[in-house]
């Protein structure tokens, strides 16, 4: 009688468990099919390539100087956040018993959860109000110190995973320190390494809060160079989805479709690169 | 030790990073890098006739006000249509507050704003080779309802009856001052729920301006600002929405609410809008007709471009006399340097804002929910670019 109420217990708690595990899925998958049913319809080739429209008259107008934005910065942010990152979680995990090492993750550890938006201030206060200008450059280097703490980390996490063994049979062969860990050890780590910039790649596609104060966004240029305002999709779906003008929030919907697909996009292929590393 | 490689990397590109820094640095006196952009184009004489088809080609960067921003979005994709793509003016919604901080900092090419500037900072401004400001665009601020029975347009209201409203003076529907009013409708005994905005705003400055205007009590106790402490709140009756979406949003989700926001969002949002008593005794909608009448009846108390407006609007310029007249009439400003480093930047402000003046008011290039400046008033800033100069 009493084991019986146990495991009538014990069933019903895994059940609301179970429950509760699936609830927290579901925004994903809400927001997934809110965000296509909305805007999946307005993407063509043309809303890729378009000037946004004005607001009343004109055609359907597209994204294209705030996709463009997105790509450079993206690929800025990257390079520099990228090699800075990856160095600093190599470094991470092969000198993880030096003190300088064990302060750097901690600090990094912090700037993970540091609110982004300071991070734009601080590049709008070195690099847009000395230059009296918005420009591409102050929004990148905002993107790439948010994405250092995740690609650093995560590389750590990948040099860590390989095994203690493999770094004694690589440094065995004799070879210099910088071969042994960017050729022989880099290519036991790489599908982390990958992972870890993909993460920052997504990170840095969709973020708005560091791009607020630096870039000012662009109506019509698609690109003018990096001491230039640029845009960027976060950025124009903030802008339009807060408009009265339902031509602007067509926009906002379709802008954010594309910004999801770009987002869903690397972390499957990052999720499949996790996988095969497992096999 | 293998520490040396990696420091030697990190110290390479830490090295790297802050050399392309100090570059930018050199590159930027005497303006250089401010007029890099631009520094190919040719300058050609723009007299009225050839004034759209110009080869002046450039970029401009402006922001500002979020309410001016669909407007300025429309005018400037039209120019850009006009001048075949060779003059970009490129405008972004940042809010006023931040637009006037950055167009200080000078980091933008020309502010838009709700408010003008305020005197301290138009003095210091005067200090430095001087400033326009101009009116671009008319603007209304409607009262809107819900009611459930009550359709858009029936409900009338004066200034004082909304101000109590928003003193908590008057908290039923179905109050006799409201009834007065009203001796038609049907309005039930509700607790009205008074909207406002919980962000600071240029929209509230207006709007509590007109208060202050039409209400002894309002102005002694609460006043205008881009904030302030509403009694309403005080009793449980008011609720903060941010933003003019906000703000309709909370309207528009609960019954027997009232709050104001600037025209086009009642349309957008097909809120019921009130009928607002004039200083003349009438009751009026924004139409054509009654802001026109307004802006004509302001003509007066507007000072020159070149000139301190932070005394004259919004607080003179609500609630203007004339018997059409529709009282809570607000202007989007532009705000400019009088003085320029690049030769390019001046001609194509000059250009564009003349367009906006002239050109742009006529009905086909204002966007709905905003009204066009009289000739009047369009002046004002036509007279003002005048003062643009190279220095």
Known sequence: ?279 | MYTKYIIVIAAVVIVALVSAFMLSYLWMPTGGIGSRGSATTTLTTTSPATRVTTTLSGVVNGAGATFLNPQMQAWASKFYELTGGRIQVNYQSIGSGAGQAKFREGVLDFAGSDPPLKSDIYNEFKAKGGIIQFPVIIGTIVIVYNIPGVESGKLRLTGEVVAKIYLGEISYWDDPAIKALNPDLNLPHEKIIAVHRSDGSGTTRVFTAYLSKVSEAWKSKVGSDFTVSWPVDELGNGVGGKGNEGVSAAVKQNPYSIGYVETAYAYSTSLAIALIMNRDGNYVLPTKEAVASAAKALVKVLPKADEDWSNIFPDQTVDPPGKESYPITSFSFVILRQVYDDPVKVAILKEFFEWVLTDGQRPENIVEGYDPLPPEVAVIGLDGLKLLRTG
């Open chain 1, 1 to 279: 009688m009493r084991l019986n109420k146990r495991k009538i217990i014990d069933r019903l708690m895994l059940g609301i468990i179970s429950a509760l595990a699936i609830a927290s899925a579901i925004p994903i998958f809400a927001i997934a099919v809110n965000v296509y049913s909305e805007g999946a319809r307005y993407i063509s080739l043309n809303f890729l390539i378009d000037l946004p429209p004005p607001p009343v008259g004109g055609g359907g107008g597209g994204i294209g100087p705030a996709l463009v934005g997105t790509l450079v910065l993206v690929a800025l942010a990257l390079a520099i956040g990228g090699s800075i990152g990856f160095f600093t979680g190599l470094y991470l995990s092969e000198f993880s018993h030096t003190r300088l090492a064990q302060y750097t993750q901690m600090f990094l550890q912090v700037m993970v959860e540091f609110p982004t938006i300071i991070v734009g201030l601080f590049a709008y206060m070195i690099l847009v109000a000395p230059l009296k200008r918005f420009n591409a450059l102050a929004g990148a280097i905002a993107l790439s110190i948010v994405i250092i703490p995740y690609i650093a980390l995560n590389v750590r996490e990948a040099y860590k995973s390989i095994p203690y063994t493999l770094k004694e049979a690589a440094f065995s062969l004799g070879v210099s320190a910088p071969i042994a860990y960017l050729r022989i050890l880099l290519s036991a780590a790489r599908r982390g390494v990958l992972t870890a910039l993909l993460i920052g790649l997504a990170k840095a596609a969709g973020e708005t809060a560091p791009l607020l104060l630096t870039i000012l966004g662009t109506t019509f240029t698609y690109f003018g160079g990096l001491d230039q305002p640029i845009n960027a999709i976060p950025l124009l779906i903030y802008n339009f989805a807060l408009s009265p003008y339902e031509k602007w929030h067509q926009v906002a919907w379709g802008a954010a479709a594309v910004l999801l697909t770009i987002i869903l996009a690397i972390f499957i292929v990052s999720r499949l690169i996790v996988k095969e590393v497992k096999v």
